[in-house]
């Protein structure tokens, strides 16, 4: 089964930076699309950014210009470096990644709390 395994969550102050990544394993059919979720406390899932295969991104209105998403096709991993970051990004992120026929996978969330 596969396995997306996130790390580099923390705490960390407003107008900080954090760099989370996620190893993917275990996959059975190629990734297309890898790409970062967060729930914050009360809201839903939201999209933050995506990647495709071929290094097209896609990011959320409230991250453009702040967050940065890249990719290592050949690990299966992706990385969201996170800068100047805000109280409102305080969030449980999730590594999402999407197969060639459709499927997606979760990792289990990594927790960002950023203190004002």
């Known amino acids: 089964q596969v396995q997306l395994v996130e790390s580099g969550g923390g705490l960390v102050q407003a107008g900080g930076s954090l760099t989370l990544s996620c190893a993917g394993s275990?996959?059975?059919?190629?990734?297309?699309?890898m790409g970062w979720y967060r729930q914050a406390p009360g809201k839903q899932r939201e999209l933050v950014a995506t990647?495709?295969?071929?290094?097209?991104?896609n990011y959320a209105d409230s991250v453009k210009g702040r967050f940065t998403i890249s990719r290592d096709n050949a690990k299966n991993t992706v990385y969201l470096q996170m800068n100047s970051l805000k109280a409102e990004d305080t969030a449980v992120y999730y590594c999402?990644?999407?197969?060639?026929?459709?499927?997606?996978?979760w990792g289990k969330g990594t927790l960002v709390t950023v203190s004002s």
């Open positions: 999402n990644a999407r197969n060639s026929i459709g499927m997606d996978y």
């Open positions: 275990r996959i059975t059919f190629s990734i297309n699309t």
């Open positions: 990647n495709t295969k071929r290094g097209m991104t």
